[in-house]
């Protein structure tokens, strides 16, 4: 089965920067688009980036657009979301998710398939 392991959360103020990695393990990654959700407290789970298979297309959404970056390594099965210029307003737990997707970046949530269990991140004012 699928597993997907988060990592790179934390507290960060206002205006820093953290990199969240997804390990990805029990798949042929270069075969998956990937992307990045996020959610706060009370609130849906929203789409923050994705990512092509070979890594050669992305798209963020417009809340997040050029602050984070969103690249992938086929090599180490990995997938990372640089995040500059932090706000509070960021603060949510993240998640990866894998979708089978070919073609552009899959943006509805439903188009991906597996999930990993997410990792919080903070930010203060």
């Known amino acids: 089965q699928v597993q997907l392991v988060e990592s790179g959360g934390g507290l960060v103020q206002a205006g820093g920067s953290l990199r969240l990695s997804c390990a990805a393990s029990?798949?042929?990654?270069?075969?998956?688009?990937m992307g990045w959700f996020r959610q706060a407290p009370g609130k849906e789970r929203e789409f923050v980036a994705g990512?092509?298979?070979?890594?050669?297309?992305?798209y963020y959404a417009d809340s997040v657009k050029g602050r984070f970056t969103i690249s992938r390594d086929n090599a180490k099965n990995t997938v990372y979301l640089q995040m500059n210029s932090l706000k509070p307003e960021d603060t949510a737990v993240y998640y990866c998710?894998?979708?089978?997707?070919?073609?552009?970046?899959?943006?509805?949530?439903?188009?991906?398939?597996?999930w990993g269990q997410g990792t919080q991140v903070t930010v203060s004012s």
């Open positions: 990512i092509t298979r070979s890594g050669g297309s992305t």
């Open positions: 998710a894998v979708s089978n997707a070919i073609g552009a970046v899959p943006l509805i949530r439903g188009m991906y398939t597996t």
């Open positions: 029990k798949l042929t990654f270069s075969s998956y688009a």
